[in-house]
């Protein structure tokens, strides 16, 4: 069982930089592969990132690649996400989740935070 918490969201100016950070419990986390997903107003979720178990494999979507970067710390069971050059289309909810292996699929994440808001002004 993991249980995630996201932070860090907040209201921000196009162009601007902002945190995301995700804290999960439970002794197994260095075992999920972990992703940021987001759901803008109207849409469906969608992918945004993900990270393997030791830090590497990263992959990123498309429309994010370039501006921002996942990150994980084991020792602290901590995911983060650092977003720049934000521009209003990235206005959405922001989760955490977690899975057993690498995918993009959102149906392969069993577990999932409640999701932190980030809206950027244009």
């Known amino acids: 069982q993991v249980q995630l918490v996201e932070s860090g969201g907040g209201l921000v100016q196009a162009g601007g930089s902002l945190r995301l950070s995700c804290a999960a419990s439970?002794?197994?986390?260095?075992?999920?592969?972990m992703a940021w997903f987001r759901q803008a107003p109207g849409k469906e979720r969608e992918f945004v990132a993900r990270i393997g178990w030791s830090g590497g494999a990263t992959s990123y979507a498309d429309s994010v690649k370039g501006r921002v970067t996942i990150s994980r710390t084991n020792a602290e069971n901590m995911v983060f996400l650092q977003m720049n050059s934000l521009k209003a289309e990235d206005t959405a909810v922001y989760y955490c989740a977690a899975a057993p292996r690498v995918s993009f699929r959102e149906a392969d994440y069993d577990y999932w935070g409640q999701g932190t808001q980030v809206t950027v002004s244009s």
């Open positions: 439970g002794r197994t986390f260095s075992s999920y592969v």
